[in-house]
């Protein structure tokens, strides 16, 4: 039941966490976790890189900063994912999926719903947002004590074949059982995503990691133990919606929605 109600409490982090660092030995135990993760033939096509060198972190903090700001700034960002915000509690409980922006810097708040249309990304330039964002995303990037890169084997990971989704897939599986075992350790996790929207950002950190030819960088994620008091992000969101059954489940073929509450039939008994 604990593997269970860990599973159904795990989220994202979106604020900071102690600058304590990461005990070696759970460090070393999310390693553990991540490769009991199923894979092709047991192929294991994951690859990490644990680091906690400052200038390395100050490094990627900068870059996902800098990638924020031009992300934000040129409008990027609410184009390519403006499908998933969501402004009120309604939407979000009608919908339940997408992201609830529900804390944003005084200043904006009266224009919620229109922050993200183009009149609003003018007006977040004017207020300097774009590069208030960036800050805050590279501080907390940097007072992150472990960044955790997440990598695959090339020879698996061939995309546009199966052994790429398979590959894929195993990543996620792993990353997941870290995503798990965070909590029972006290800790966080989010994904360090902005440099990857941006090419030559994500070239940078390829750089930065040393990264062969051999390995595909995939993603970057911050990790740390969590603080007693929480503050938010300026700007930060809510997603702990889950959609209803019937939204995600069907029965036996894909147009019969399954309904919540419904009992297991007995079986009959001769
Ligand atoms: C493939 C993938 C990409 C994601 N990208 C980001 C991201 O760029 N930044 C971020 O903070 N969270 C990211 N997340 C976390 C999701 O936003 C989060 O899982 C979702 O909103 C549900 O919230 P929860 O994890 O707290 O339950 C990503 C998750 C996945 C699986």
């Known amino acids: 039941m604990e593997l269970i109600e860990g599973m159904l409490s795990r989220r994202t982090t979106n604020g900071a966490f102690k600058p304590d660092p990461v005990a070696r030995e759970h460090q070393h135990l999310l390693m553990r976790v991540a490769q009991a993760a199923p894979s092709h033939f047991n192929s294991q096509p994951w690859r990490f890189v644990l680091i906690e060198d400052r200038a390395t972190i100050e490094q990627i903090a900068r870059i996902s900063g800098e990638s924020m700001t031009e992300l934000i700034d040129a409008g990027i960002f ?4 403006r499908r998933y915000f969501r ?6 409980d009608e919908r339940r999926d997408g992201i609830h922006i ?3 810097p005084g200043p904006l708040k009266p224009f919620t719903r229109q922050v993200f249309s ?3 990304i003018k007006l977040m330039r004017q207020l300097g947002v774009p590069r208030k964002l960036g800050e805050d995303n590279r501080k907390l990037v940097a007072g992150s004590p472990l960044l955790l890169a997440a990598l695959l084997d090339r020879t698996e990971y061939r995309p546009g074949e199966l052994s790429g989704f398979y590959s894929v897939f195993g990543l996620g599986a792993a990353v997941e059982n870290i995503w798990n075992a965070v909590g029972a350790l006290g800790m ?3 994904f360090v995503s902005t440099p990857m929207e941006l090419p030559r950002q994500w070239q940078a950190i390829r750089d930065l990691l040393r990264v062969p030819d051999d ?3 995939m993603a970057v994620y911050r990790l740390g133990y969590l603080p007693e008091g929480e503050k938010r992000p300026s700007i930060d969101w809510s997603s702990r919606h889950r959609k209803r059954l019937e939204q995600f489940v069907s029965r036996e073929t894909c147009d019969v929605p ?3 509450g419904t009992e297991t039939e007995e079986p009959e008994r001769a």
Do not use: K, S, V
Not at 78 to 81: S, V
Not at 87 to 92: A, D, I, L, S, V
């Open 78 to 81: 609410f184009e390519r994912y």
């Open 215 to 217: 390995l595909e960088l």
């Open 258 to 260: 399954e309904r919540e």
């Open 102 to 104: 529900d804390h944003l």
């Open 87 to 92: 402004f009120t509690p309604q939407e979000m």
């Open 188 to 190: 966080g996790i989010q």
């Open 118 to 120: 183009d009149a609003g």
